[in-house]
């Protein structure tokens, strides 16, 4: 697999694979031995770049990440995250003083086994923190070697310009796809001025993308799908017409949906690289199998042509979880 330069010279595999899904999020975590042969496997088959957070569980996905990569650790990129206070077992709230940056980072170096974080991801935006406090701690445990690179999340034009003056970021992590195009409005424009570069979390729309998703289907109770907007079975209804054109383009190229969502993302621009998450061994093949599939400026056009004629019907995240982004 090819690799792409984020900022300041991190250079990683074009995807990279999202681990938050084995622990956290899609139903039960999953079995901890399967999912080290799936990152493993993901090794095997070029990717370089994995993310993890402390919140993932919490705790539980660095404790499986860090094992499962030690073999490989002078290949590999580990990402992880800070910015939540979690107390017996659960978020509740933001923190991101210094000292809990600190707190964080440590425990974040013995699970995941490292000596040092490959990059450190601000997990939201602190508004009780000047941002300017949180990359100078940053900036503090890259001097002391505890951190190579920082990263912010879901963070909007103000903070990243604020936070890149006091420690150059090298990602913007945020949600980016055929689904969710808001970010090529403003925060593309500055990402490509400052030279950061931009790590597309959902890059399948959360499953949707895939076109395994329809009316029919039903997510297990602790599935935060259940929660979101998008997913309601009304406006799955009204959503399908985006996935249905998706499949009409994986026809013409005779690849899988997903992969054309992901090919066109990576055709978007040279320092974006998307971290699509998966459980299971052939959806991380079909996965990787995207950069192999080459779309021309032709079809760029097209899609893009007809994709704006879709309208998303609901909301991407519940009203109190967006409340936590910033903009």
């Known amino acids: 697999m090819k690799t792409r330069k984020l900022g300041q010279g991190l250079e990683v595999s074009e995807i990279g694979l999202g681990c938050m899904g084995m622990s956290f999020s899609y139903g039960e975590a999953k079995d901890v031995k399967?999912?080290?042969?799936?990152?493993?496997?993901?090794?095997?088959?070029?990717?370089?770049?994995?993310?993890?957070?402390?919140?993932?569980g919490?705790?539980?996905?660095?404790?499986?990440?860090?094992?499962?990569?030690?073999?490989?650790?002078?290949?590999?990129?580990?990402?992880?995250?800070?910015?939540?206070?979690?107390?017996?077992?659960?978020?509740?709230?933001?923190?991101?003083?210094?000292?809990?940056?600190?707190?964080?980072?440590?425990a974040s170096l013995k699970r995941l086994q490292v000596d040092a974080i490959d990059l450190f991801y601000q997990h939201r935006v602190d508004p009780q923190v000047p941002i300017e406090d949180v990359a100078g701690t940053i900036k503090d445990l890259i001097k002391e070697g505890k951190v190579k690179h920082f990263g912010l999340s879901e963070a909007g034009v103000d903070i990243i310009r604020r936070a890149h003056a006091e420690q150059p970021v090298t990602a913007l992590q945020s949600e980016y796809s055929l689904f969710w195009r808001e970010p090529e409005e403003q925060i593309l424009p500055v990402l490509e001025e400052l030279g950061i570069g931009f790590v597309t979390f959902s890059p399948l729309g959360r499953g949707f993308l895939t076109g395994k998703i329809d009316t029919t289907t039903t997510f297990s109770q602790n599935d935060f799908r259940t929660t979101l907007p998008r997913f309601s079975k009304e406006n799955i209804k009204s959503n399908m017409v985006l996935v249905d054109l998706i499949k009409q383009f994986a026809r013409e190229k005779n690849c899988k949906p997903s992969q054309i969502a992901l090919a066109w993302i990576l055709a978007q621009k040279p320092w974006i690289v998307p971290i699509p998450g998966t459980t299971k061994v052939n959806r991380l093949e079909e996965n990787v199998g995207a950069a192999s599939v080459s779309l021309s400026q032709e079809?760029?056009?097209?899609?893009?042509?007809?994709?704006?004629?879709?309208?998303?019907a609901g909301e991407r995240y519940s009203p109190v979880n967006q409340k936590m982004i910033n903009r």
């Open 34 to 56: 399967l999912m080290t042969e799936l990152i493993h496997k993901a090794v095997d088959l070029g990717i370089t770049f994995f993310d993890t957070a402390e919140m993932y």
């Open 58 to 106: 919490p705790y539980i996905n660095e404790e499986l990440v860090g094992p499962a990569l030690k073999p490989f650790r002078n290949k590999v990129v580990i990402a992880t995250k800070f910015g939540f206070d979690i107390q017996d077992g659960e978020s509740v709230g933001l923190n991101s003083r210094p000292e809990h940056i600190r707190e964080v980072a440590e």
């Open 299 to 312: 079809d760029l056009r097209k899609i893009d042509e007809a994709i704006t004629k879709v309208k998303i």
